[in-house]
Every structure is written in structure tokens, then in C-alpha cells.
């Protein structure tokens, strides 16, 4: 099984801020934390990556709790190509789960 | 996006009959890897190479081999497709400084009768 659990859908409304959370309570220290997404039947798109600090680019932001065991992917101002199913994956696994699929709604 | 293409995209294939699937780079990143992906299963690895002739098995590597003998050039062969091989094939690359940073093919969406 993944190191990392998510819900399995989330919505959002566009132009808000998407929240969404990974579970990963069994990663070890020197292992990062990934975020991928996949827009309908496209290849998985790299989004983000982090240790122990926050991290920021130009696609979404990474919070990391402070003992590791959960982040928080956050989509600033969603839009509707933002539809998509995300995945968190820890590095030492790099299983991708079943993620969790965000609709973004008008 | 990155250079990244996948031959063919499409095949319909018989029980039996050997088939290969080509993944093709222009980045010429080290890594290079191959998953499929079925409903109710997620992404899984199949194979995945380090560098040329270098490879290893992934997750679901049993009825699948692959070669690498050129930098840019990752096959995936299924000596005997079978229907159970009937899924959605990604190549993935990844440079050898961020391995885990993994950067998609369009696909190959293979079909087994």
C-alpha cells in the first residue's frame, strides 16, 4: 500500500482557494513529499515537491505540517482546467494511489 | 512541456502476438521509466532504467521486458500480450540530481483481444 492517504474527492469553486490535504503519517525523515496531477486521460504533471519547509512555484504551494506526518497542496485561485485528480506520493515509495479527484465548479 | 513522445498511441493487438511500445526523449535525462494504469489500480511501475542497458523490475514487471540502448530510448515489450495487459502504458523521465521529479509521455493506450 501508498505511505500516503487522501480523500477521494474534493470540490471547489472557481476562483477560490483549493485546500487539499495528504495524510503521510509513516514517511521517513529524509523522505520528501510529491505532488503530481492527472487532467482527465493525460499523463501525470509534476507540481511541487517538499522536505520540511513550505514551498511555493508558480503553479501551487506546499504546507508541511512541522512533524511531517501531513501536508496541504494549495491551488491559490482555482479554475476549471484545474479539474483534475491530484496525487501525493512520498519519495522513497512513489506509489501513486488512488489520489484524490478535485472538480472545480463555475 | 517536456520532449517526452510514446509510439504508438493506439493498438489494438491478438492474445498472443508480441508487442513493443516505444518511449522517446529529447532531455537526455538519466532516468527514464514505464507504468500502466487501469481503473481501481492507479499508476504502477513496470520497469524502469538508470541509464543505457542499466535496468530494474517495478511493482508489476512479470510478462514485460524492456531495453534501453541509446540514452533517448526506453522499450517496453510484452513478449505474449495477454488481456490482462489491456491498459493505459505512460513513460515517464527524470534527471539524475531529482530522480523523483518525473516528467510524463502522452500515453500509449493498447488494447489486447
Known amino acids: 500500500d501508498a505511505k500516503t492517504t487522501q480523500p477521494p474527492s474534493m470540490d471547489c469553486a472557481e476562483g477560490r482557494a ?3 490535504p ?4 509513516t514517511i521517513s525523515g529524509n523522505e520528501y513529499v510529491y505532488w503530481y496531477r492527472q487532467i482527465h486521460s493525460q499523463g501525470p504533471q509534476y507540481i511541487i515537491h517538499g522536505l520540511k519547509n513550505n514551498e511555493t512555484n508558480e503553479m501551487a504551494s506546499l504546507i508541511i505540517t512541522e512533524d511531517r506526518k501531513s501536508s496541504t497542496l494549495i491551488l491559490p485561485h482555482a479554475t476549471l482546467r484545474d479539474t483534475a485528480v491530484y496525487y501525493c506520493i512520498a519519495s522513497n515509495d512513489m506509489r501513486f494511489g488512488a489520489g484524490t479527484r478535485l472538480t472545480v465548479k463555475p | 512541456d517536456a ?7 493506439h493498438k489494438v493487438t491478438e492474445t498472443g502476438t508480441p508487442v513493443t ?3 522517446h526523449q529529447t532531455e537526455n535525462h ?9 481503473p481501481g489500480h492507479g499508476l504502477r511501475l513496470i520497469h524502469y532504467s538508470y541509464g543505457v542497458k542499466d535496468t530494474d523490475k517495478g511493482e508489476v514487471s512479470d510478462g514485460y521486458s524492456v531495453s534501453r540502448s541509446k540514452t533517448e530510448d526506453f522499450l517496453l515489450t510484452l513478449e505474449s500480450a495477454t488481456s490482462s495487459q489491456t491498459s493505459v502504458y505512460f513513460c515517464a523521465i527524470s534527471d539524475w540530481d531529482m530522480p523523483y521529479e518525473q516528467y510524463f509521455g502522452p500515453g500509449t493506450r493498447l488494447t489486447v483481444t
Open chain 2, 3 to 9: 520532449g517526452i513522445t510514446q509510439s504508438p498511441r
Open chain 1, 18 to 20: 483549493a485546500n487539499l
Open chain 2, 21 to 23: 511500445l516505444r518511449c
Open chain 1, 22 to 25: 495528504c495524510n503521510h503519517s
Open chain 2, 30 to 38: 538519466r532516468y527514464m521509466y514505464w507504468y500502466r494504469q487501469d
